[in-house]
T-cell receptor, first 111, second 115 residues
Framework: DQQVKQNSPSLSVQEGRISILNCDYT??????FLWYKKYPAEGPTFLIS?????DKNEDGRFTVFLNKSAKHLSLHIVPSQPGDSAVYFC??????????FGQGTTLQVKP | EPEVTQTPSHQVTQMGQEVILRCVPISNHLYFYWYRQILGQKVEFLVS????????KSEIFDDQFSVERPDGSNFTLKIRSTKLEDSAMYFCASKFDSYSNQPQHFGDGTRLSIL
């Protein structure tokens, strides 16, 4: 079972506040996890990743948290900006390169 | 910043016809991938390619599909006899090496419409 799930199809946040996007997985064999952002008519754009042996990775406004016991990861965006409005995908990755994607969460950041 | 380019952006093909989707990965990348996204569904892994051979393929990637790196720059996905259910966005991706801290970079996709 290689499922990655994003249970919230959409999220709306006020500009300047924190956006928290969540992702659950069932396969303990993932070697790493990634978050991608996608605008309409474009391909996924890499945001941030985390190794399965870490519990946190931070890059500017983006932080990813990994809770292995709960098989849960989250992406925090602080502060949120209107340009962050997009579809966000989490993905589990194997060292072979194969990625398993979640369904995506549409984030809307309101000015 | 270097990017993965895919052509055409939209391909319309009659059912049963062959189609070739083209990709130019980032020039120093060594690992190449195809994914697809059927409308309203997840992005799904199709195949990975390294050192001129398939490294891994999904159950979707049956005998109707093939990949090729015909020269030093292009990476193609061929569907031999298209079916209606092949209609999807097809994304090409590339990666420099196999380490997990190197993310895959995606092209903007080819929308394949089978009539």
């Amino acid at each position: 079972d290689q499922q990655v799930k994003q249970n919230s199809p959409s999220l709306s946040v006020q500009e300047g506040r924190i956006s928290i996007l969540n992702c659950d997985y069932t396969n303990s064999m993932f070697d790493y996890f990634l978050w991608y952002k996608k605008y309409p008519a474009e391909g996924p754009t890499f945001l941030i990743s985390i190794s399965s042996i870490k519990d946190k990775n931070e890059d500017g406004r983006f932080t990813v948290f990994l809770n292995k016991s709960a098989k849960h990861l989250s992406l925090h965006i602080v502060p949120s900006q209107p340009g962050d409005s997009a579809v966000y995908f989490c993905a589990g990755g194997f060292n072979t390169g194969k990625l398993i994607f979640g369904q995506g969460t549409t984030l809307q950041v309101k000015p | 910043e270097p990017e993965v380019t895919q052509t055409p952006s939209h391909q319309v093909t009659q059912m049963g016809q062959e189609v070739i989707l083209r990709c130019v990965p980032i020039s120093n990348h060594l690992y190449f991938y195809w994914y697809r996204q059927i409308l309203g569904q997840k992005v799904e892994f199709l195949v990975s390619f390294y050192n001129n051979e398939i490294s891994e393929k999904s159950e979707i990637f049956d005998d109707q599909f093939s990949v090729e790196r015909p020269d030093g720059s292009n990476f193609t996905l061929k569907i031999r006899s298209t079916k209606l259910e092949d209609s999807a966005m097809y994304f090409c991706a590339s990666k420099f090496d196999s380490y997990s801290n190197q993310p895959q970079h995606f092209g903007d996709g080819t929308r394949l419409s089978i009539l």
